[in-house]
């Protein structure tokens, strides 16, 4: 019987290398990881803070989104996945032409070779097109930066913001994705970093608390009193991240096979099983659970089990779980109070303990747990393992910990210098008069119209003795959110 024409090789757009099935899957993960951001975090951004941030949060979001991709395509996916120019570095170059775009994809500096110089792995070569990878690692730079921002939220100047995002993703972001996954000196010297533990949320939380330190603080009433202005949509933004972290540690392989299939469990039991840990402590040490505590473990267990999703067992996973909703409970609970520099930052949704302190502890416990048969089927160093399993395994730790190590002495450089040479140029902090009123003096805008028919509160008609000179929105006239009729 004939071959049906949807399966034949060599039709024009189905080279004899492209599996149509890894193709499937990567641009799935590619989108689930891309909802996380957008509208996840920018739902989730936009209901955790207060109501006259809800504005400016949710756009900080939705700007990087915006920019990192045309920062990606322009020079950034070849500085973090192209040929070497320094051992943490690639060279940068545009990832727009057609022969670029349409070729099998190659991570051309992961062949890992043994000290003779003979081969020991070949270049990572997934079966689908170079555009699709592309878009992938996009999706991950992006979701970076947007976590980042996290520990800025609610004061910083937007346009600082603006200039700080492509600064930051040249000169942080592909140093740290080129080490570890592009095949520079980190790859090279068999570090562990699955799906970005390091490379996403250790560097999205100490460039976050570098960043809240050097912008400077929320006002004395902001921080004081921030409560969430909706609770159930900030659910969905959790719901959102939560669902999409599947394509997160799923795509990782670069390829719809065993691994990916560990990793997609191992991430949601670790979790569930961070949600309960950190719930349980809420409620023995305050009474009551906390729906925004709940989110908070949620978060810590989806980022430790991030840098070893793949590689360990799944009982692993229930105990990194285990950890990830109590370490960082403590760290953010107890030592943040007690710390003089912790309580001087200002990180304003605690990213530092909810990225980079669990992301830390993924790295440190995959250096741990990581299962030597798992580890066969994915990294490119033979017989790596973790020290719980012998055999050289205290090796593995020890790097763990020299790379986050490397990552956090980068960030911290990196992020300040690239805010000193802003700050020459554009304020960091929005002054205190905007930090008073928030959105509508910083954007014109408002999240919630709270007057009939939607139309723009205005302090003269409708009897406040207070007037507002802020610049009017050109969008005004549209739907400016929720209408209740009062």
């Known amino acids: ?57 949710a756009f900080m979001a939705l700007y990087a989104f915006a920019a990192v991709l ?16 320094l051992p943490f570095w690639g060279k940068g170059a545009p990832a727009l032409g057609q022969k670029f775009l349409t070729k099998r994809a190659l991570v051309i500096e992961t062949a890992h070779h043994y000290n003779n110089g003979t081969v020991e792995t070949p270049a990572e070569q997934p079966f689908y097109p170079m555009a699709s990878l592309v878009y992938f690692q996009f999706t991950f730079a992006a979701i970076t930066l947007i976590l980042l921002a996290g520990s800025v939220l609610g004061r910083m100047n937007i346009k600082a913001w603006m200039a700080f995002v492509p600064l930051w993703l040249i000169f942080s972001y592909t140093v740290g994705a080129f080490s ?41 009433s902001d921080r004081e009193r921030f409560p969430p202005n909706n609770v159930l949509l900030m659910l969905a933004g959790a719901g959102l991240l939560w669902m999409g972290w599947s394509g997160f540690n799923g795509g990782a392989p670069y390829a719809a096979n065993i691994a990916s299939s560990i990793a997609v469990l191992n991430t949601n039991i670790c979790a569930a099983t961070s949600l309960l840990v950190w719930t349980t402590l809420d409620v023995i040490f305050f009474g009551k659970p906390s729906v925004i505590g709940a989110v908070q473990g949620m978060m810590t267990g989806l980022v430790c089990i991030t840098p070893g999703a793949g590689l360990v067992q799944s009982w692993a996973a229930i105990v990194m779980g285990i950890l990830s909703g109590s370490i960082p409970w403590v760290t953010m609970m107890i030592l943040h109070k007690k710390s003089s520099l912790l309580q001087k930052v200002d990180d304003t949704l605690g990213v530092f303990h909810t990225h980079a302190v669990a992301g830390l502890l993924g790295g440190l416990l995959t250096g741990l747990l990581a299962e030597p048969a798992l580890c066969r089927l994915l990294l490119p160093v033979t017989n790596s393992r ?101």
């Open 1 to 57: 019987m004939a071959t049906p024409s949807a399966y034949q090789e060599h039709l024009p757009a189905s080279p004899e290398w492209l599996n149509k099935g890894d193709n499937a899957w990567q641009l799935t993960a590619a989108t689930l990881v891309g909802l996380q951001s957008m509208p996840g975090l920018v739902i989730l951004y936009a209901s955790i803070v207060k109501k006259k941030w809800a504005v400016n949060s």
């Open 70 to 85: 045309i920062c990606w395509v322009l020079v950034c996916y070849r500085m973090a996945f192209g040929e070497q120019l």
């Open 180 to 220: 570890l996954w592009g095949g520079g000196f980190l790859y090279q010297w068999g570090v562990i970093d699955y799906s970005g533990g390091y490379v996403i949320h250790l560097s999205s939380g100490i460039g976050g608390l570098t960043a809240a330190y050097w912008v400077g603080p929320r006002l004395k």
């Open 386 to 486: 973790g020290a719980f399993y012998g055999g050289g395994g205290g090796v593995q730790f020890l790097k763990q910990l020299v790379a986050a190590l490397f990552v956090i002495g980068w960030n911290l450089v990196s992020t300040t210098i690239i805010l000193l040479v802003i700050q020459l140029f554009i304020p960091l902090r929005m002054p205190d008069d905007q930090l008073e009123i928030g959105d509508d003096a910083v954007h014109g805008e408002e999240a919630y119209a709270l007057w009939g028919d939607g139309e723009r509160y205005d302090p003269t008609r409708h009897g406040s003795l207070h007037t507002n000179n802020s610049a009017v929105s050109p969008y005004v006239t549209g739907a400016r959110g929720v209408t209740i009729n009062l």
